[in-house]
T-cell receptor, first 115, second 111 residues
Framework: DQQVKQNSPSLSVQEGRISILNCDYTNSMFDYFLWYKKYPAEGPTFLIS?????DKNEDGRFTVFLNKSAKHLSLHIVPSQPGDSAVYFC??????????????FGKGTKLSVKP | DAGITQSPRHKVTETGTPVTLRCHQTENHRYMYWYRQDPGHGLRLIHYSYGVKDTDKGEVSDGYSVSRSKTEDFLLTLESATSSQTSVYFC??????????FGQGTRLTVV
């Protein structure tokens, strides 16, 4: 069973507009969530994270929202740029602190930002 | 990227042969991980290490073994490679309370 779900395999957005990537999870024990960005032939790169004690975390053009009651999080990119075109992975872990790399990943959403 | 190196970057091997992938870090991080990425599955944890000689299984550990004799090196071994182990393998490292940082990946093809 998938514990972390990214139901949209792909998303296409116009440059300058907002990109919203969604992620749902089923395990209520998850208390720390991360987004990674991946370009072809490269390793995933950490983008932004949020702990379950918060409902929003912002870093420049990237904002992650967490709705614990719905077990849903989303990544907003504003404004979207062509260089944001990549695969975005949502990931989750239990027990904030300690080992941050023991993660459960979603399948990813491929974002295409068109000029 | 600086700090973590995977070798080899590409490998083709025959079914039934042993294969060892190496992950080397220069960050002195305690935690190291091996993931595999396959189409339709995202990334899945194979094994991880929380210190020298301290390792544990991840989500998809069958057919794989690991060793960590030094802080900087984490080896992933396929004792007898199978076609189902054709994948892209990523090593990651993390310090306590810090997000995992991934290597560039090793593309392994088992024919």
């Amino acid at each position: 069973d998938q514990q972390v779900k990214q139901n949209s395999p792909s998303l296409s957005v116009q440059e300058g507009r907002i990109s919203i990537l969604n992620c749902d999870y089923t395990n209520s024990m998850f208390d720390y969530f991360l987004w990674y960005k991946k370009y072809p032939a490269e390793g995933p790169t950490f983008l932004i994270s949020i702990s379950s004690i918060k409902d929003k975390n912002e870093d420049g053009r990237f904002t992650v929202f967490l709705n614990k009651s719905a077990k849903h999080l989303s990544l907003h990119i504003v404004p979207s740029q062509p260089g944001d075109s990549a695969v975005y992975f949502c990931a989750a872990k239990r027990n904030y602190g300690g080992s941050q790399g023991n993660l459960i990943f979603g399948k990813g959403t491929k974002l295409s930002v068109k000029p | 990227d600086a700090g973590i190196t995977q070798s080899p970057r590409h490998k083709v091997t025959e079914t039934g042969t042993p294969v060892t992938l190496r992950c080397h870090q220069t960050e002195n991080h305690r935690y190291m991980y091996w993931y595999r990425q396959d189409p339709g599955h995202g990334l899945r944890l194979i094994h991880y290490s929380y210190g020298v000689k301290d390792t544990d299984k991840g989500e998809v550990s069958d057919g794989y073994s690991v060793s960590r004799s030094k802080t900087e090196d984490f080896l992933l071994t396929l004792e007898s490679a199978t076609s189902s182990q054709t994948s892209v393998y990523f090593c990651a490292i993390s310090g306590a309370g810090r997000p995992a940082f991934f290597g560039q990946g090793t593309r392994l093809t088992v024919v």
